[in-house]
C-alpha cells in the first residue's frame, strides 16, 4: 500500500480508537453515577486509545520509510557473485543504478550481465514484499494498539495524566530537532572533511596558498598534484566581506540613528519599512544585480579613469553585499540604541549637550556592546553569503587585495565543487565539505560571541 | 532672604480671607495663586505659563518667582505636573515632540523660550539632577569633565582636573573616589551615584540647578546625605527641588509651592505652608488626606 | 560671581556656532544615510523593471500556413503515433519560403527558417488535434518569432538603437519587410506563465519553477510550522531550567544565524547521501528548507507566547486546568495570529532561498512541470540563477521578469504578514 493511504487508514483507525475508548469509559460511568466519577474527562480515554493506535504504528513506519533503501541495497550486493562485488562507494552506486535501471525497464535485460537481471529481479521482489510487510506490520500494531487502549479503559484509569506525558514528550522532541539538526551538520562536515584530510594533509589546505582543484579531477593526480591550499579562498572571502562592511556599518549605523534620533515620524514611516524591503529580497536577486548592472557599472567607471577593472570584481560583489546587509545593521543598531535608558539622553542633554554630542558621546558609547555584536553578526553573514558572490565574483582563486581585481570566496567554491556531475571520492568533492566545516565553525564562533554580546549587553539595561 | 512683593500688577488676596474659587471636575481651586508667589526681585520668573501634551493641558496658567540662591520646594500628589514644570524650566520639554509651552519663562530677564535663547546654552545655565540617578557609562572623572569638555570651559589638563576636584569636593564625593576617578561611575552606589550627577551638573557651573525628585531612589542616609548637600549650594546656587516627601521639603527649602493637577494653588514660606496652610486643598495634603 | 557667570556664558557662547556646525554635519550624515538606502531600493526596482518588463510580451509572426498532409507526412490526423513524427516545423519552412520568394543559399535559408521559433510546430500540431477538418487547408496564423527576432523587435526604436547582435542584415531586412506589411505583432506572452523551461528564451516559462516551488513550500510548511510551533510551547511552558533547555536555546540561536549553504551540505549529506531521498525533488528540498526555517519560526512562536498575559495562565489554571489544557484553549489560540506571522516570514525566507537548493540539485534542467512533491523540479529563485546565467541576451528580459514575478510574491507573502501583525496589535492594546 501506498505511504499516502497508509497514513489515512491510520487516521481512521485512530478515530475510531478514540471514538470506541471514549464511548466505553461514558459507558462505564454510567452506572457509577456520571462521568465526574471517572479520574479523566472521556476525552482523554479516547485520547489515550488514539494514542496508542497511531503512534507506534507510525513510528514502524517512518523507520522502515528511513532505513527501506540502506537495507534493501546491501541485501542486494550481498546476494551478488563475488566478481561483481564493488570495490568503491562510487562502484557501488553505480551498480545500484543499474539494477535499478534494469528494474525500471530503463535498461533493458538482455543486454546486461544476468546476474544484475537476477538482482533486478529480486529488487521488485524485496521491494514489494518489503511494502506488505511493513504494511501489514503496521497495521495490525495499529490494530493491536487501539484494543490495548480499548481495554484498559477504567475509571481509576489515569488516562490524563498519561495523555499529557505523551504530548510532552512529543513538543521535547520537536524541540529537540534543533539539537539533531547542529549535530546532522556536524557529523555531515566532520565526517567527509576528515576523509579529505586523509587524502589532502591539514596544513596544506589552511596554509597553502595554491588553490586549482579541478586538477585533481583525474584519479592518479589526487592530492599530489591537484592543489587545495585554501588561504587565496579565505583571502578573498574577507576582502569582499570587508568591503560589504565597509558600505553596511556607516550606511546602516547612521540611518538607524538617525531614524531614531532625528527624524519626524513621517520620514520614519516612509524610510522605516523601505529599508526593511532591501532584507527580503532574495539574494539571488542582488546576484543577479551585482552581475548584470553594478559589475559592468564600475568596470566602465574605472575604464573612464584608466583603471583595469575585472568585469568580475569584488568591489561589484562586495558593494551589493553591504547593501544587502544595510537593513539588517541598521535594524539591530536600532534594537541596541532604543536600549539605551533615556535618562542618559537626559542627563547629557541637561548639563547642555546637543543631539549629536549626545549620540556621539553617551548613546554610541553606552550601545557599543550591543553594536560590536550586530556588526559580528553582520560579518558572519557577508562570510556566509552564497549567491551574490557565485553570480558576481569569480572562480579564478587570486591572492590579492585589490578590489577591482577578481576573487573568489569560500562559499563560491563550495558551489562550483558540489554543482553538476559529482565523484564521491574524489577529494576535490570532499574539499566542499572541508570548506563547509571552516565556514561553519568560523561562522558558528563569531554567532556564539555576537549572541552572548548583545545578551550581556541587554542584561545590563534591563 | 528675598523680601516677599505684596502689591504687584497680578491681583493678590491678602490674609486669610477665602479667595475666589473656581470649581472644576469638583475641586475648588483658587482664581490666582495664593500666598506669595511672585518676589520683588527674582532669577527666574514664569508668568502664565501653560503646558501641552498635544491636546492634553498639564499646567495650567502658572505664575511663580525664583529668587536668587533661594531653594524652593515643589510638592504635590503625583501626576500633579511638577516634574513637567520644573522640565519646562530649562526646556528639556523640547525633546518631547509633542509637548509645547506657553507663556513667559525668564532667566535674569531673559526669555527663555525666545528664538535667541539657544536652549544648548540655557541648559548650560540651568543645570538639572534627575529622579534616578543616571552616571554615564564612563569614568568618575570623564562623567565631571563632560560638560566641560562639551563647553570648551577648560583649555588645558590641569584646569579640567581642577573644575573635576571642585566639583567633586562640592558635592561631597571627593573623599570617597579621589583614589579611583578612572573607574567608571556606575559601579558607585546610588547616593554616591547621585551626587556625581550633581558634581557633574555643578562642575559647568550653573546660576540654577533643577532638582527633579533627586532622593526618590535612593535610602535615608543617603537621602540624608543629599539634603545636607542642598543646604551647602544654596550658598552659591539658586535651587528649584521638586519632591514628593513633605519632610524633605520641610528640611530643604526655603519657600514651597503646592501643585494639584496643574494648577499651582499655595506659594508660600515653607514654615508657614507647614504650620498654617491657607488653601484647604494644600492643607489637605499636608495633613495626608489624599497624596 | 555674576562676572564670573558672565565669562562662562561668554566662554560657551563663543564655541556654539561651531558645536552647531558639528551638529548639522552629523545630521547630513544621517540624511545621506538614509538616502543612500533608499536610492538603493529605487535604483534595484528600476533597474530590474526596466530589463524585465518587456518579457510580458512576445513577438509574434503572422504568416500563411498550409497544413499540407504530404510535408507532414501523415495520412491520419487521428493517429498519434503518425502526429508525434509528423513534420510539423516543415510547414513553417514552407510557410516562410513562400513568403520570402527570393532567399536562395543554405545559409540564408537557415537564417530565414530561423525566424519562427522551434514552438511554433507544437502550436500548429495542437491546432490540428482540435481541428482535424484543417489538413490539406490554409490559414493566416500569428506564430511565435524566434528570441533574436523577439530582441531586435522589442528594440526598435530604444534610445541606444534597434539591437542586432548576431542577426545578419538580411534577417534585419525581412523583419523589416514583415514590419511594413503589418505582419508582426507584439502579444501577451502566454508561454511565461504557462511553459516550464526551456533552452529557446521565446519558448521558456517560469511555471514549472513556481510549481517546484509551490510544492516544496507546501512540504516546508507542513513541517515547520507544528514542529516551530510545538518547540516554542515546549520551550516557553514546559521546559524546566537545565542545562539540556540551555543547550536546545542556544542551538537554536546560532542555527537562525548559520549559512544557508550550510543547511545545503546537511541535506546532500545526510538526505540525500545517507537515506538516499531522490535528488532534485521537492520533499528533500522542502526538508531543508524546514530544518532552514525552524529558527526562524520558533523564535517569532515564542515571541508570540510571551505576549500572552500569564494573568490568563492562571486564571485557567485557577479553574482547575491542567498544563496541556491551559495551552491548547488558551495560549495557543491568543498567540495564533504571532505564530502565523511568523510562518508566513518563515516562508517567504524559504520561498527565497537559492543556495541550499544547488546543494541538492535543485538546479536541473528540467522541462517538464513538476505534478508532485517527488517530481524532479526546480525553483522560483534557482529558475532566476541559471536563467541569468544563460548566454543568449533574451534571457536577460526573461530573467528579470521572473524577479518580478517573485518579488510580487514575497511582497504579496510580507504584506500579509503585516495586515496579520497589525491586527494582532490591536487585540493587546
New interface residues.
Partial sequence: MQTANLLIVLLILSAVAYYMARGRSVAQAQPLGGIRHLHSLPFFYGMRAAIWCALPSLLLLAAWLLFDEPIISSLLIGGLPENLQPNSAAEHNLLLNSIENIASGALSAETSAPALVAAAESLRDLRSSGTNLVTAAVLSLSVLGMGWGWVKVSPILRARQQVERVFRGILLSCACVAIFTTLGILLSVLFESFRFFQAVPATEFLIGTEWSPQMAIRSDQVGSSGSFGAIPLFVGTLLISFIAMVVAVPVGLMSAIYLAEYASPRLRGIAKPTLEVLAGIPTVVYGFFAALTVAPFIRQTGEGFGLQVSSESALAAGLVMGVMIIPFISSLADDVINAVPQSLRDGSLGLGATRSETIKKVIFPAALPGIVGGVLLAVSRAIGETMIVVMAAGLAAKLTANPLDTVTTVTVQIVTLLVGDQEFDSPKTLAAFALGLMLFVVTLVLNFVALRVVKKYREQYD | MNKMVTDIAVEMPTGLVQPEQENIDGIEYPKQTIGTPLLESSKMSMRNVDVFYGDKQAIFNVNVDIGQHEVIAMIGPSGCGKSTFIRSI?R?ND?V?SCKVTGQLTLDGEDIYSTKM?P??????V??V?Q?P?????SIYDNVA??PR????ASRRAELDEIVETSLTRAGLWAEVKDRLDQPGTGLSGGQQQRL?IA??IA??P?VILMDEPCSALDPIATAKIEELIAELSQ?YTIAIVTHSMQQAARVSHRTAYFHLGRLVEVNETEKVFTAPEHQLTEAYITGRFG | MTNLNKSRAEQIQSSLAKRYRAEKRFQMYGYAAIAFGLLCVVILFTDIVSKGYKAFGQTYIQLEVTYDASTLGITDVNDSQQLALADFHGIVKKALKSRFTDVSGRKAKRDLYGLISNGAGYTLRDRLVANPELLNQTETLWLVADDDIDTYYKSIGSDAGAFTGRMSEQRQGWVDQLVESNDVEMRVNRNFFTQGDSREPELAGIRGAAMGSLFTLIITLALSFPIGVAAAVYLEEFAPCNRWTDLIEVNINNLAAVPSIIFGLLGLAIFINFFHVPRSVPVVGGLVLTLMTLPTIIISSRAAIKAVPPSIREAAIGVGASPMQVVLHHVLPLAMPGMLTGAIIGMAQALGETAPLLMIGMVAFIVDVPGGFTDPATVLPVQIFLWADSPERAFVEKTSAAIMVLLAFLILMNTLAVILRKRLERRWL
Fill in positions: 530649562n528639556m525633546t515632540e539657544d544648548v546654552a540655557l541648559r548650560a545655565r543645570g538639572m534627575f534616578k543616571n552616571p554615564f557609562p564612563k563632560y560638560g562639551l563647553h570648551g570651559l550627577c557633574r551638573a559647568i557651573s546660576e552659591n
